[in-house]
């Protein structure tokens, strides 16, 4: 996302402006975040224009009864308050919604809607009920009530996050003093007390603070992922007026402002307060989820805040929780499939119905015609009894689409993700985190993952900035080994050695200790002097050590290091800074601060050292220090210096690590007053103020003589260049969104591998050419195989906005398309067929546009990876969403489908989870059809030999439990337990995830293979027997011998067939196949006992059938040739299939011819690319200017403007409201 913008100038917010709320830009310094991120936030400007965006908010500080007058209108004459409590509510359901919710949603799906159609079918027609009701109607009770408990127990882990967020302590002003409250008993209006390392409850207008002008300091990293520190600042006016709790209590201003919306880094309003207005921008905003920092206290008003969550998210607003986007109910591409396999099963067995039904009708006219003597014993006319016929058939066979497979689904999918909860291997012992799945519903989607978008801070870096390597003079000094960390600290000569230090290089500290060398000297002294870093002694037992604040963990690195070293940065004041340099200490004279931004990409310090001589020191980019420096009268030892400081860059690029040059220079008195003239007659001038200023700059920050250069790693998390080469292997392409700069951005792409040395990198212009030469040409897009894409939040909106006004014919039709369709299908076509993808400076509603164009256009499986609050809105736009449990918090863990530690584990959980849940899944439903099928399938052509009568075959205990116990066991080993391969092996071969994405284990030709194969192993059951027990006669001559024989052969049948398609044969395998026979066995003796028989004659109507037929060695003899028949294709089948497992030269020309195919589309030509710049330096403009403003600066004369504040908080342990 980037940096946020901070104050707009000091003096914007002392300044009196005239009523209303017309905000002039004119002479405001702008931080480098506005001008970075104004566009996209016009973007989302334009989106809540109508619905956000007017200046009503109109919110009064300690007036609960004022704010409560508000009201909006919610239906016809329905009004409800307009100003919401601080409730967040997330869950789905409650204890009155839960029922009715549950159940709706239960019956979008096709299968329970077919089966309540056909359970309403037995019981408002018996005439027509050809099977007992609880043959459907028990399993149908049992699938819902355990997908609603599952649903339950997620909801449940939404309740409690709700409720532990809600429950947080802060402190809230009650009469005249702060009690501690929680959360959730804030409103709009209220006065709160922060205190350092505290996360901001809601969105608060900033009045106070103990900081010098009531600075803030806060950190977002929860927010836009960044560690760099923000700061705000309080109007003049609150702070100088609102100097104690009295005063804070008798405060009574009101602030009018905009609507909530989602545009995290606009506000615009103003606060009128004792006749007078004062205007109000987004830094004087703390947003909900900042974490304060360096700042002791502080105190605001609270301006927007949550309520209770509706259908959308209106029902929050604050700016993060707008954010978050919306609730999506997200299902699998299997569960769409049997969707639409329902359907097509539903319309097969309506086509048999009808034909039976005709056979039916038939047979009636040519039995009446035959037989016309029979007196007419029919109740109904022949077309009635057609239609009762016809419905009779519908719940015949209804069997046909097994309820059981969907009840036996729901536990495969459980264990599954039990499984990823058990396993150790992704279990972070660090911080005591194992794997979570908290979506029990999605394991099998794990393993058909396309597209891989991830966050990068927190994500695929640890947040920790370590000072690595360094080149100074040309001479590189590299880390020692790591045996040299176990001895004792080369520091302990330093009093202010931080100890922490892993860089180590005795060479260098010799050198630095002999003081002797001036580019050694100059170095460490830049270090020192050149940073926006302030300090504070520590209290305690070493009052010698030092406690830095810095603004960004980059520059702390730096600072830290030369303080290791020698040189240590002991205090500043507005004017000055005071170094000890090797325990002298010497106090330079601060002359000029010229600011870091991102267009200049490096900061200058002009000084006057000691002896009175003036120096300009200056850190940035290689890409502008290098084009800087000195180029005349270079001596032949500089100019190898150069040479060997860029050769330096070089590795250090490849290595990946972040680097800055070095450079300073002498600056003549003469010259110094001169410019010096020139640089005040730029600071006050009205207009164009920041552009003069840049050029005054730019002419002091010529011919500068270079030092060094240091390289800072940004520490990955452990195993990320390996999990994304791996998953890069298993054709899973790796997105990066982040709201970082494009530099830093680029820096971790290289440092993990996704990018490399030898991609072309596509730059905004080049991808808006290309697709503007697409678009005129009506061409084919090139192919950018070897090739990274590298955009821009703003970049993405102007595209997306599509101002250009045109309309694209189709090249296909003569249909033409919406611009903006257009360019989003065209743009995303073209990333698609990038190697990489990295979008920096994007907004949370940004990263999830991009997964949502994605899923729309390319109809892949996405996954989002992310750690903090602005991942929420990608991770549930995402067809999969992963948390990770890291230091920016758990709001994207709590908001995510499965929680992990760390980045690397990834890999198992795709890979090895992912693949074998839907390796199990897709041969669990392949042998399910195969098995209804090959039982059920009799029923049709037993009706051939019944007079169309839709008379069952099975004894009804045999339809009932056929699925839901016979054959339960098998079917749940292999949707548990079934491996083609080991977890090593699937490591190993990430090759083996693809079939995955090609839907190659599960598709429609799959499941007409399973139905062809049940078909026909129905089909030799039963006329084998039929066919036998024509010319044999004798036990299988009646109708109930008959079934009881075909429910064996059957029930055999799949199981030997069960035995084949197992691969991961273990104990477990033959327990499960050994139990299933032993039900039907036992099951079937004891349904078939006389003193049942006598209880009820219809239901248990097969007495002893099984011991009398089952007795005789002729059934048994038709039972095992049916089994044998069946089997012996499929065992040749599997033995053929082995043999040749080689691809076929059908593939092989494909392949081949696919290949031509794409060679001859146009490619973009990869041109050699300079040395790559690894600059990448996380800093926020605007601290400069406050240090030599004095305004960052602590004084004596402060600590008596909050005295009341500081006494009012020490009174806190003794008026504390307990809640």
Not at 833 to 859: D, E, H, N
Request: proline fraction near 3%; aromatic fraction near 10%.
């Amino acid at each position: 996302m980037g940096d946020t913008p901070g104050r707009e100038g000091a003096r914007k917010r002392r300044l009196l402006r005239k009523p209303g709320l017309g905000l002039s830009e004119k002479n405001e310094r702008k931080p480098e975040g506005t001008t970075s991120k104004g566009n996209l936030d016009y973007s989302e400007y334009l989106e809540e224009e109508s619905s956000g965006a007017s200046f009503t908010w109109e919110v009064k500080a300690n007036d609960r009864s004022y704010n409560s007058q508000f009201k909006e209108k919610l239906f016809l004459c329905w009004k409800r308050k307009k100003y919401k409590g601080n409730t967040i509510h997330t869950a789905k359901y409650n204890f009155f919604s839960f029922l009715p919710l549950n159940l709706y949603e239960q019956f979008r799906r096709m299968s329970n809607l077919y089966f309540l159609f056909v359970i309403l079918l037995q019981g408002l027609v018996p005439a027509v009920s050809t099977m007992p009701w609880f043959t459907l109607f028990t399993p149908l009770i049992c699938l819902l009530i355990i997908r609603a408990f599952r649903n339950l127990l997620d909801d449940i882990g939404r309740h409690r996050s709700d409720k532990s967020i809600n429950n947080r302590p802060c402190q809230m002003l009650v009469g005249e003093s702060f009690l501690l409250k929680k959360w959730k008993d804030l409103c709009v209006g209220d006065l709160v007390c922060l205190h350092n390392d505290n996360i901001v409850p809601a969105d608060v207008l900033l009045l106070a603070s103990t900081e010098p002008s009531s600075l803030c300091y806060v950190e977002t990293a929860d927010i836009d992922g960044e560690t760099n520190l923000k700061y705000r600042q309080a109007l003049m006016v609150t702070h100088q007026e609102l100097t104690s709790v009295r005063n804070m209590a008798s405060f009574h201003g009101k602030v009018v402002c905009e609507e909530p919306n989602s545009r995290m880094h606009n506000f615009l309003g103003c606060l009128e307060w004792e006749g007078k207005k004062y205007s109000l921008d987004s830094g004087n905003i703390l947003l909900r989820g900042c974490k304060i920092r360096n700042t002791d206290t502080c105190y605001g008003m609270v301006i927007y805040a949550d309520g209770w969550m509706d259908a959308n998210t209106a029902g929050f607003d604050t700016k993060i929780m707008r954010n978050c986007g919306k609730v999506h109910l997200k299902s699998t591409k299997i569960d769409g499939l049997m969707n639409r396999l329902v359907i097509l099963i539903f319309m097969f067995v309506v086509l048999i119905s009808l034909a039976l039904t005709f056979g039916f009708s038939m047979e009636v006219k040519k039995f009446r015609t035959k037989h016309y003597y029979v007196p007419e014993t029919h109740k109904y006319s022949a077309t009635s009894e057609s239609f009762l016929i016809f419905l009779s058939f519908l719940i015949l066979l209804s069997v046909m689409m097994p309820m059981a497979m969907f009840i036996i689904a729901e536990f495969i999918y459980l264990g599954n993700s039990f499984f990823i909860d058990w396993d150790m291997e992704m279990y972070y012992e660090p911080q005591d985190i194992p794997a979570k799945a908290r979506n029990t519903s999605l394991s099998v989607q794990l393993g058909q993952v396309e597209y891989l978008f991830s966050d990068k801070t927190g994500t695929l870096t640890q947040n920790i900035m370590t000072f690595k390597k360094c080149c100074i003079g040309g001479i590189v000094y590299n880390p020692e080994k790591e045996e040299a960390l176990t001895k004792e600290s080369p520091y302990l000569w330093n009093k202010f050695a931080d100890r922490k230090l892993l860089f180590r290089n005795a060479r260098l500290l010799n050198v630095v200790r002999s003081n002797k060398d001036r580019m050694v000297q100059e170095f460490w002294r830049l270090l020192a002097i050149c940073h926006t870093v302030m300090v504070e002694e520590k209290g305690g037992e070493r009052p010698d050590q030092l406690l830095y604040q810095a603004a960004s963990p980059d520059e702390e690195a730096l600072v830290m290091a030369a303080r290791n070293f020698g040189y240590v940065f002991l205090m500043r004041t507005q004017d000055s800074i005071t170094v000890v340099e090797l325990g002298e200490q010497r106090v330079y004279q601060v002359l000029a601060m010229m600011d870091f931004n991102s267009v200049r990409k490096r900061m200058s310090v002009l000084v006057r050292n000691p002896e009175g001589s003036i120096y300009l020191y200056t850190k940035g980019a290689d890409t502008v220090i290098l084009s800087r420096l000195l180029t005349k009268g270079l001596t032949k030892k500089e100019q190898i210096t150069k040479a060997a400081t860029e050769e330096a860059l070089t590795s250090f690029a490849e290595q990946t690590l972040r680097t800055l040059c070095l450079a300073y220079k002498k600056v003549d008195e003469d010259m110094y007053k001169g410019w010096c003239q020139r640089h005040q007659d730029a600071n006050v001038l009205l207009q164009n103020r920041a552009q003069v200023l840049h050029g005054v700059y730019e002419e002091i920050e010529q011919n500068l003589q270079l030092l060094g250069v240091t390289a800072i790693e940004d520490r990955l998390q452990n195993g990320v260049p390996e999990t994304i080469q791996c998953l890069k292997q298993g054709n899973i392409k790796v997105w990066v969104l982040t709201g970082d700069k494009q530099e830093t951005a680029v820096n971790i792409g290289f440092a993990c591998q996704l990018l490399s040395e030898d991609m072309l990198i596509l730059q905004e212009e080049q991808i808006f050419s290309i697709l503007e030469a697409y678009r005129e040409n009506n061409s084919n897009l090139p192919q950018v195989e070897m090739a990274a894409m590298v955009v821009s939040g703003e970049f993405l909106d102007k595209l997306m906005r599509s101002t250009t006004g045109f309309v694209v014919q189709n090249k296909d039709t003569n249909t033409q398309e919406i611009p903006e369709v257009w360019w989003k299908q065209a743009f995303v076509e073209l990333a698609s067929r990038c190697q990489a993808v990295i979008c920096c400076r994007v907004t949370p509603k940004q990263k999830a546009l991009i997964v949502a164009l994605v899923k729309k256009y390319q109809k892949v499986v996405t996954l989002a990876i992310g750690d903090g609050a602005n991942d929420i809105n990608m991770i549930k736009t995402a067809d999969i969403g992963v948390g990770l449990a890291g230091q920016e918090g758990m709001q994207a863990v709590q908001n995510s489908d499965y929680m992990l530690a760390q980045f690397c584990f990834l890999r198992r959980l795709l890979l090895v989870h992912g693949r074998w849940s839907y390796m199990r899944v897709c041969k669990f439903l392949r042998y399910f059809v195969y098995k209804t099928l090959a039982v059920m399938m009799v029923q049709i052509w037993f009706s051939f030999y019944s007079g169309f009568s839709a008379q069952p075959l099975y004894e009804a205990w045999f339809l009932a439990l056929f699925n839901l116990l016979y054959t339960t066991l098998p079917v749940l080993y292999i949707g548990l337990f079934e491996q083609d391969v080991s977890d090593k092996q699937s490591l190993e071969l990430p090759e083996l995830y693809i079939a995955g994405q090609k839907d190659k284990l599960f598709n429609y030709f799959v499941f007409l293979q399973a139905m062809t194969h049940g078909t026909a192993t129905s089909l030799v059951n039963f006329f084998m027997t039929l066919w036998i027990s024509h010319d044999i006669g004798g036990p299988i001559s009646d109708y109930q011998s008959f079934a009881v024989v075909m429910a064996t052969s059957g029930l055999l049948t799949v199981t030997v067939e069960v035995i084949l398609i197992i691969k991961y044969g273990t104990i477990l395998s033959v327990l499960a196949i050994f139990l299933s026979l032993c039900f039907y066995v036992v099951i079937n003796y004891v349904t078939q006992r006389f003193w049942l028989f006598t209880l009820s004659s219809k239901t248990f109507s097969f007495l002893y059938v099984n011991k009398n037929v089952l007795s005789h060695p002729t059934a048994l003899l038709v039972v095992l040739l049916s089994v044998s028949v069946n089997a012996l294709p499929t065992l040749a089948f599997q033995v053929i299939q082995a043999a040749l497992k080689q691809p076929h030269p059908k593939e092989e020309e494909e392949e081949k011819k696919k290949k031509e195919e794409e060679a001859a589309l146009p490619e973009i030509t990869l041109v050699p690319r300079a040395r790559r710049s690894s600059y990448a330096f996380s800093h926020q403009e605007g601290y400069a200017h406050l240090i030599t403003q004095g305004t960052i600066l602590r004084r004596p004369t402060v600590a008596h403007m909050h005295t009341d504040l500081m006494t009012s908080d020490e009174m806190l342990s003794t008026s504390i409201d307990t809640i």
